[in-house]
Structure formats: structure tokens, C-alpha cells
């Protein structure tokens, strides 16, 4: 049988992923340090471990009927607490305050579930294992199997609204499968529907298993400083609207935020209070009796402990059989590449240092190339766990550094 390389342990391993292709496709220079040398990051961001954390309190969530994730999650954050080697981004700044984004997040999800594809109980399955070989019975590349760590297979009503459109026939069964990828990232998802059919990674996954439907649950890091113009959302119910409802900061009136539910009532608000001379506001006991009569039926004052500035966003799509089968190729095409540089013992260097393959911030690239040896030895680490590194950052972070 074909194998892809020879690991740390002597082993041949036949085992390929997204993950792993992606990196040999940066650079197959960096693709030899992390599989035949061994080379691994040491796990030194925040990033990746707070997304560990919030995947693994969604999944207690659906398996102890609805109860107890906030409290998982903090348990599993606190133990990275006195971790003084963890780096963070601008956006999460410390570890606090990824304590107060990840709560907020989990109350966020438990609020939205109810309405999402992702019913509790067990027709919902965390961190399935799917594998496929690329090439049965080639003499060349058979016996090399891709795989995939899928977070969610969930089974739900074929007719669910956040589901594309399909015309759904009793011989399917009573159910509709559906496959779902937790990320946490700095950006917010484009909205337009249908676009998770186009995700890369996703369309492997379908590849994979046959599943069509594809989705991403899109946690999205924003900054804790609430200002004017800022959308929140809200984590309890207050007077006419819903937890779970994003609404747009109006104003700041001593540090309790004004909101309606869009921006465009802004200046109707500011209407009715009513403005002096100078075109400042008036805020006078009268204007702001004016002011809150009609937020009492248009929007709210909010104190900030009962909203958040976290997102949520659930954005599925709907994989063809030939766009599924495509990213089979890119395996394929992966595979292929990776058995003839072992073949050939080249391995080159294809690192870039300006757009559109600016690899200067990639660890790799700092420690091997450039050959920093002081931030190699604080950054990086010989492994043989080969398993382990397959999936690389598939299970949750989607964020630039």
C-alpha cells in the first residue's frame, strides 16, 4: 500500500486531511518539519483552547438536556487561568476577558437553539469521525485515506426555515441530515444565504459522508466596549423584545445603554426628545419624559449585564454532488503531490514574504527559515503524535492572529 510519509515513530502513515493538505498546499517545507521532523506548535494561543472550551460546553448543552454549559465552560477556561504563556489577539485581550466573551457566548447559543437546526437528545452527534480512501486499489496511491473530525451530525425537520429549500420525498425518511461546523473567529460571516455550500472545508466533509447540507455556527469576538452605534444583543427579555434580539446601541445615558431595534429610528427618537437652539439634545426632565414614552413601545433602556456584543450567526447551504466531488479532487490532487515529494525527497521551501503569500507572521517561517532559534525553543516542540496534529485548527478558530 501507498503512504504519505514515514513519522517520528517509523511509522507509514496513510492518513491525510483538510487540515494537512492546506499545509502542504502553503508550503510542503512546512508540511515536512510538522510531519516527518516532528515539529509541532506549542500550545501557546488562547484562541484555539477558548474555542476547545466553547465547543466542548455547546456539546454538554445538548447532552445533559439543556443544562449546565455556562458552568462547563467556565470550569474548562479556568484551568488555562494562571497560564501566563498564552498569547492573545488585540480583540481578546486577556484572559478575563475571554471568561466574560465565552459566557456571553454560551447564553447567547442557549437562547438561540431552540430556533436552530440542532435539536437537543441524540439526533444531534458531536466530533464524528468520517474517512474515505482516494485512490481503492491504485498501485501508486491506494490504502491513503482522507478523514474528517465533523464538530455536529444532527438529523432534523426536512422542512426546517434555516434550511435551503428542498423538495423533500417520504422515501428520504422522516429526517434530514445535516452537517454543522463550529467556528470562532474575529469577523463576522457574510450573510447572504446559502453561502456555507462554498466553504472548502465543508464541501470535503460532504464529500465524505454523502450528507448535501452543510452549515456554519459562526461565533463571532467583538470587543466589550458598548458605545453609540454599537448592535448588541439581548440576553434577557426586556419589555417587548425577546432574548436573543439584536438591537443598535441609540445613545449612552450614564453608562446604561439607549437601544432600538434598528438604527434607522435613531433620528425619530432624537425627534421626540427634541433639540435646543445649538442643535444639541435637550435634557431637560420634559424632553426625556418625551424620549421615554416612546421607547417604552420602540425600544429600551438596557443595563449591560442583561446584553452582549458577541455574535451568533447560522448560515447553511446545500452541497452538489459535483462541488462535493471537486473537493474530493483537491484531496486527490494533495495526495498525489505529497507520496512524489516523498518519493523525490523534496520538500521546497515556498514560504512568501509579501501579498498575496505574506508568510512572515507564520511561526514556521520565523523559526525555520529565518532560524530564530531562541523563538524556536519557546514556541515549538518534537512530537510523534501524528493523530493528533492531523486536524490541525479544524475544530474551531477561524482568526488571524
Not at 504519505?4 to 483538510?18: A, D, I
Not at 452527534?125 to 473530525?149: A, C, H, S, T, W
Request: charged share 25%.
Amino acid at each position: 500500500m501507498a503512504f504519505l510519509y514515514v513519522n517520528q515513530k517509523g511509522e507509514e502513515w496513510r492518513q491525510h486531511s483538510y487540515s494537512a493538505g492546506n499545509t502542504f498546499d502553503q508550503c510542503a517545507y512546512k508540511y515536512y518539519l510538522q510531519k516527518v521532523e516532528g515539529w509541532k506548535e506549542k500550545e501557546t494561543k488562547a484562541r484555539f483552547l477558548f474555542g476547545r472550551a466553547l465547543e466542548d460546553a455547546i456539546q454538554w448543552h445538548h447532552e445533559h438536556n439543556g443544562e449546565g454549559a455556562v458552568n462547563n465552560f467556565i470550569e474548562a477556561w479556568r484551568k488555562h487561568a494562571d497560564n501566563k504563556e498564552l498569547q492573545y489577539t488585540k480583540v481578546e485581550k486577556d484572559w478575563a476577558t475571554l471568561y466574560a466573551t465565552g459566557v456571553q457566548m454560551i447564553k447567547l447559543y442557549i437562547i438561540r437553539q431552540p430556533t436552530l437546526p440542532i435539536p437537543l437528545g441524540g439526533q444531534t452527534l458531536f466530533q464524528q469521525k468520517f474517512g474515505r480512501e482516494v485512490f481503492p486499489g491504485d498501485e501508486n496511491y491506494g490504502g491513503i485515506e482522507d478523514i474528517g473530525k465533523l464538530d455536529i451530525v444532527t438529523y432534523v425537520d426536512p422542512t426546517h426555515p434555516l434550511l435551503p429549500k428542498v423538495i423533500w420525498k417520504p422515501e428520504y425518511g422522516p429526517f434530514r441530515p445535516l452537517i454543522v461546523d463550529i467556528k470562532t473567529a474575529g469577523q463576522d460571516f457574510p450573510e447572504q444565504y446559502g453561502m456555507a455550500a462554498y466553504d472548502v472545508q465543508l464541501r470535503r466533509y460532504s464529500w465524505h459522508t454523502g450528507i448535501r447540507d452543510v452549515a456554519l455556527l459562526w461565533f463571532v469576538k467583538k470587543s466589550h466596549t458598548i458605545q453609540k452605534g454599537s448592535t448588541v444583543t439581548l440576553l434577557e427579555d426586556v419589555g417587548n423584545f425577546k432574548a436573543g434580539t439584536e438591537m443598535t446601541v441609540a445613545a449612552m445615558e450614564e453608562d446604561i445603554p439607549i437601544l432600538l431595534a434598528n438604527d434607522s429610528l435613531i433620528n425619530e427618537m432624537e425627534r421626540i426628545q427634541g433639540r435646543k437652539e445649538d442643535g444639541k439634545l435637550m435634557q431637560t426632565k420634559e424632553a426625556k419624559a418625551r424620549r421615554d414614552e416612546w421607547l417604552s413601545n420602540f425600544g429600551a433602556k438596557v443595563s449591560t449585564e442583561k446584553l452582549t456584543k458577541q455574535r451568533l450567526q447560522f448560515n447553511a447551504g446545500f452541497v452538489t454532488v459535483r462541488s462535493a466531488d471537486e473537493a474530493g479532487m483537491i484531496a486527490g490532487r494533495q495526495i498525489i503531490n505529497i507520496v512524489n515529494a516523498r518519493l523525490a525527497n523534496a520538500w521546497p521551501n515556498t514560504f512568501g514574504i509579501r501579498y498575496p503569500h505574506d508568510d512572515r507572521s507564520d511561526p514556521y517561517f520565523r523559526a525555520f527559515v529565518q532560524q530564530d532559534q531562541m523563538f524556536r525553543d519557546q514556541n515549538f516542540t518534537k512530537s510523534g503524535d501524528d493523530y493528533a496534529d492531523l486536524f490541525g485548527d479544524d475544530g474551531g478558530d477561524d482568526e488571524q492572529a
